[in-house]
């Protein structure tokens, strides 16, 4: 019998305990949640042929005006490299084309300069950042004309322009372009964001 009025006595003092906790109130205090944003940046470039319009009726020995630069429309430091190809539309040799380029500026490299392969491409020296463009990598071209003969009556010439561009930070280049090292005289990512 004690043993029983002992639990009626403790299931009552728990009850009790029970709808004085449910009304008793405390300080708290739940903040706004924080939300933590990350947005990449961007690499684009485009290729700027500053007005170029086609040339007809183009004749062994003209020298024409051909810019070529590239422009950062992107939010990231980049490098830049372009490849320039010229065919002719009746599949001659291009040994009759003379391409003006601005090595000064752009730098090509080939197995015997740095231990690299021959890729092709024009490396800019300088990391762009938005807004910024090169400087012309083409600024000419020239139809050899004691190297052009009748083979060369109405077919079309034409330089195709591959640009690419790689973010200029956490040496993506070497994924991207497949390099052990930038060529000598491009500008190592450092200040640039």
């Known amino acids: ?38 947005t990449a940046g961007s690499v684009k470039v485009e290729v700027n042929e500053h007005d170029f319009q086609d040339i007809e009726n183009w004749n062994p020995g003209d020298v024409t005006d051909k810019e070529v630069s ?32 601005n ?12 231990g690299l392969p021959d890729d092709g491409y024009y490396y800019y020296k300088d990391i762009l950042n938005q807004g910024d463009e090169t400087n012309n990598l083409l600024t000419k071209v020239e139809l050899i004309g ?13 330089i195709k322009v591959d640009a690419q561009a790689v973010q200029a930070s956490n040496d993506a280049y070497k994924d991207v372009w497949d390099l052990e090292v930038l060529p000598t005289g491009v500008e190592q990512f450092g200040t640039a964001h």
């Open 1 to 38: 019998m004690k043993k029983r009025i002992v639990l009626i006595i403790s299931l009552v003092a728990l009850a009790s305990l029970l709808v004085i906790g449910g009304t008793m109130a405390w300080f708290t205090n739940i903040p706004d949640p924080v939300f933590n944003k990350f």
């Open 70 to 101: 590239v422009i950062s429309n992107g939010s990231k430091a980049t490098y830049v490299r372009v490849a320039l190809t010229p065919t002719w539309s009746n599949d001659e040799s291009v040994d009759n084309v003379k391409l003006y380029l």
């Open 103 to 114: 090595t000064q500026d752009w730098l090509f490299f080939d197995e015997d300069q740095d």
């Open 146 to 158: 004691d190297a052009t003969g009748n083979d060369y009556q109405d077919a079309t010439l034409t």
